[in-house]
Structures are given as C-alpha cells and as structure tokens.
C-alpha cells in the first residue's frame, strides 16, 4: 500500500522546536518530489518547504532559516525540523508526494499525502 506515514508535532511553547516525519511505505521518497505544506483554521493549504528531484531545497520566506528538511533515503522517512516557532506556526502539518521533477507550491499536483499532525505554538 503506498501511504506516507506521519509522526511528531503536538504543544510548544513559542520559540520552542518540534522535529516532524514522514515515513513513506510502498514507494521510493527518492523518485517523488516531496513537500510539506500546512494549513491554519479558516486558511488555504500553503507550502512551506519543498525537495525536487535533484536535491535542491526550496523554503517559505516565513519559514526560512527556522525550518530545515531532511532525509533517510535508507528508512524511507523525510524530517522537518522546526525551530524559533512562532504561534503563528499553528496550524495542521501535512507531507506529500508528486510524481515529476520539479517542486510546485499547487498541493492539487502532490498526489499521496501524509494524513497530518497538529503543531500547536502557545504559551
């Protein structure tokens, strides 16, 4: 069954960090762009960080800097490492997959997704 597989997220407090993965089951992380996307209450589902197929990295301006993905290609999992959170970090976290080579910020074109993990930023 090809399926992503998320863990992590949940409360902290604001500058805190909190690391989130992704395991992917079925398939090679390797041959899919992959990306993570969130979504607020009320707000669209947004990009904030995005692997194409060559390795390059592409980041939110909001979340540049603060947050850092990463990969095992050997336990098929991706990481998101979260730092400096900001309560404007809440939301709904949310992996994914496209087939192709290129990243795109459209989550209509990621075609298996994780089934999300709540990251809470609060005092």
């Known amino acids: 069954q090809v399926q992503l597989v998320q863990s992590g997220g949940g409360l902290v407090p604001p500058g805190g960090s909190l690391r989130l993965s992704c395991v992917a089951n079925?398939?090679?992380?390797?041959?899919?762009?992959i990306g993570w996307f969130r979504q607020a209450p009320g707000k669209e589902r947004q990009r904030v960080v995005c692997?194409?197929?060559?390795?390059?990295?592409t980041y939110a301006d909001i979340v540049e800097g603060r947050f850092t993905i990463s990969s095992d290609n050997a336990q098929s999992t991706m990481y998101m490492q979260m730092d400096s959170l900001k309560s404007e970090d809440t939301a709904v976290y949310y992996c994914?997959?496209?087939?192709?080579?290129?990243?795109?910020?459209?989550?209509?074109?990621?075609?298996?997704w994780g089934q999300g993990t709540q990251v809470t930023v609060s005092a």
């Open positions: 994914a997959a496209k087939t192709g080579y290129a990243c795109t910020t459209d989550p209509q074109r990621y075609g298996i």
């Open positions: 079925g398939f090679d992380l390797g041959n899919y762009v």
């Open positions: 692997i194409d197929r060559s390795g390059g990295t």
